[in-house]
């Protein structure tokens, strides 16, 4: 695990609480309640990535368990095979150990209990507690009413114990077809909570399953598995999103019927953030349609995404420590993950130089064939950086955007008669610009320099107001960069009028790709290493550079207009 410690929760000390929900486990400490164990689970789906909300949820439980030397399992809730994939199985768990957290060993799925589960069901079917509906999906759903009205019994309510026995045994053998029969709870179909109005247990899905193979055709609903799976492990403290609030006298009242261990579920805020969508069925359609490519394109929210991007563990524990833990929906703004990313990058990113918009400047009276090395500095915010020596000479390539044939007043950048500094070199002034003669466009800056004013000198005492990065021409690295930007325009991109689709939101710009030049200490770059590009922003290594095609991605850039605005 990191050493890098942005949670209070990863100390393994409980102290004062810091959020509702841990206000509620030492209560429950306090009065010795499962002797005053704390045994939490990350219960994923396997039916995509993970997303920055699950990453949330994986801290909560992970470091709640932390906090309070108890333990988390990883359980997948593998009850649907139509949607289910052992790729998805894959990725959770490299998700899980990438964000630092170990399940030392506890790694269970609900189609462990299948066996245990069904006899559940036939429990609750001897209590007189659940029947077997031959209505279809959609007459149940026509008979569950409206929250002011009551639902309609279905015909098949006041089946014998002994028949609905019979037929769900039938079902788990296979003898009848996809949407034929279902198993419901027998509860109140007048409740005011429509989850209480005689919820379906059981389906019958006639397709293989991951794990299983084709040995059950008959699956349980969540709602069945969820609770039963957690007092088959023992949680105690099991944590929720908030949309299972409604779902929680279901949750008790299976318990209590079937007379089993007991946990606790207490519901907190889901993640929801700006800019973003959290849906996975969503999520799986961008990749699906080929808007995105794949689930780790790293303007996704996924995790692996993310990863790609350049983001650290650190800075996603550190974001979700901010966040906290809410009792009501709220939205975060996107800006305060960027900022947790610049703040954890600011302290270990190599500083180098890249251009990412080039254009050639001539130091016209630079010794011909002459090459300096440079002494730079790794990074300014670690003691422990040490310096690297840079090649200069006298072609060079410099950001277009710095450079302006007839700035205003407020530009410190190069214009012709200015002077500016090369950081780590000279002062150079310009002298004149040369013009593709089709098109306008400035092709080449052309400069003198002041040999008596290389950096660090201590005669070097006449002061510019600007300052440029810049890579030697003829040792500079070519790479591809990939500018990203947020995947959406609005930043509410599922608000959309009825009728539209919020892929409309997209933001057509969210990525450009653009040739570039890095100095040579990139040469040996290896995936996810992270850079930043002085003044321009933080970049990473992609997976797609390999020797001698070098690709980075922008994982932020330096402006950090979340802490702006807060000031």
């Known amino acids: ?36 164990r704390v045994h939490t689970r990350f219960p994923p789906e396997p039916n995509g990535y993970l997303h920055i909300g699950h990453a949330k949820s994986i801290c909560l439980n992970f470091g709640t368990a932390l906090k309070y030397k108890g333990k988390c399992n990883l359980r997948f809730d ?25 399940w030392e060993g506890r790694e269970y799925f609900a189609s462990d209990y299948f066996p245990q589960l069904y006899e559940f069901a036939e429990k609750l079917i001897l209590k007189g507690k659940a029947y077997v509906c031959d209505l279809s999906a959609e007459e149940i759903a026509a008979q569950k009413g409206t929250p002011t009205r009551p639902g309609q ?35 109140d179909m007048a409740s005011p909570n429509m989850h209480m109005r005689d919820p379906l247990l059981y389906r019958i899905i006639h397709t293989e399953h991951h794990r299983t193979g084709n040995e059950w055709c008959i699956y349980p609903m969540y709602d069945f598995a969820h609770g039963q799976s957690d007092s088959i492990e023992h949680i105690t403290h099991s944590l929720c999103t908030l949309e299972f609030e409604v779902h929680r006298p279901l949750y008790d009242w299976l318990i209590r019927e079937l007379e089993i261990f007991a946990p606790r579920q207490i519901e907190f805020a889901r993640l929801n953030m700006t800019y973003t969508v959290m849906s996975k069925r969503k999520l799986l359609e961008l990749v699906k349609n080929d808007l995105v490519h794949g689930w780790d394109d790293p303007r996704m929210p996924t995790i692996s995404g993310l990863r790609r991007r350049g983001y650290t563990p ?70 422990e950086g040490g310096k690297r020596e840079v090649p200069f000479s006298g072609e060079l390539y410099i950001e277009r955007e710095d450079f302006m044939e007839d700035p205003p007043k407020k530009f410190f950048r190069l214009a012709p008669g200015r002077e500016v500094r090369l950081k780590y070199a000279y002062i150079i002034k310009c002298e004149s610009v040369v013009k593709d003669p089709d098109t306008g466009e400035i092709t080449e800056i052309h400069c003198t320099y002041d ?5 660090g000198r201590s005669e070097s005492s006449r002061k510019v107001k600007g300052t440029l990065h810049w890579v030697s021409a003829k040792h500079a690295l070519e790479a591809e960069i990939r ?13 959309v009028p009825e009728g539209e689709d919020y892929k409309l939101n997209l933001n057509p710009d969210s990525l450009k790709v653009v040739k570039g030049f890095v100095e040579p200490s ?3 770059t290896k995936c996810l290493d992270k850079f930043q590009f002085e003044r321009i922003g933080y970049f990473t290594t992609d997976a797609d550079s390999k020797p001698g095609k070098l690709v980075f991605n922008r994982t932020v850039s330096l402006k950090d207009s979340w802490a702006k605005a807060k000031n």
């Open 314 to 383: 650190e800075s996603i524990r550190n974001f979700s420590d901010l966040v906290g833990v809410a009792k009501r929906e709220n939205v975060i703004d996107v800006g305060l993950l960027e900022f947790c990313i610049r703040e954890d990058l600011n302290k270990k990113a190599q500083r180098v130089m890249g251009v990412v918009n080039p254009v050639k400047l001539v130091i016209t009276n630079y010794p011909e064939n002459e090459v300096e090395m440079m002494q730079a500095i790794n990074n300014p915010e670690d003691p």
């Open 78 to 102: 593998d009850t649907n095979p139509v949607k289910e994939d052992v790729e998805y199985v894959d990725s959770i768990r490299d998700d899980v150990h990438w964000l630092g957290f170990d």
């Open 522 to 524: 990139l040469a040996d």
């Open 451 to 455: 040999p008596e004013t290389l950096s």
């Open 483 to 495: 500018l990203y930007d947020r995947l959406f325009m609005s930043e509410s991109p599922e608000d």
């Open 153 to 187: 019994e279905s015909p098949y309510r006041n089946r014998s114990v002994e028949e609905n026995l019979d037929l769900f045994r039938r079902m788990k053998a296979g003898e009848f077809p996809n949407g034929t029969h279902v198993l419901r709870a027998k509860i």
């Open 1 to 36: 695990m990191s050493d890098n410690k942005p949670l209070s929760e990863r100390t393994g000390e409980s102290k004062t609480p810091t959020n509702f929900i841990h206000a509620i486990i030492e209560e429950d400490i306090r009065n010795g309640k499962h002797e005053g």
